[in-house]
């Protein structure tokens, strides 16, 4: 399991800074590195848009 970034990002980094292994990259819209991520939802907590959700 792993976190996944949508369409929805704006780009606005939250994420990035409360990740606890640093495993979202910045770019048009942000994206998980999926063999990193601990699903911890730490980044859909602060995400203003709901962007990021459990991978399927
Ligand atoms: S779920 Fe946790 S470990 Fe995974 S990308 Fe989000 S903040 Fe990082
Ligand atoms: S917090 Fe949400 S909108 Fe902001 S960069 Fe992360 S995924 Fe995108």
Do not use: F, H, L
Not at 3 to 22: K, L, M, R, T, W
Not at 36 to 51: E, H, L, R, W, Y
Request: aromatic share 4%; charged share 15%.
């Amino acid at each position: 399991m792993a976190y996944v970034i949508n369409d929805s990002c704006i780009a606005c980094g939250a994420c990035q800074a409360e990740c606890p292994v640093g495993c979202i990259s910045d770019g048009d819209i942000y994206t998980i590195d999926d063999s990193q991520c601990i699903d911890c939802g730490s980044c859909a907590a602060v995400c203003p848009v709901g962007a990021p959700n459990p991978e399927d």
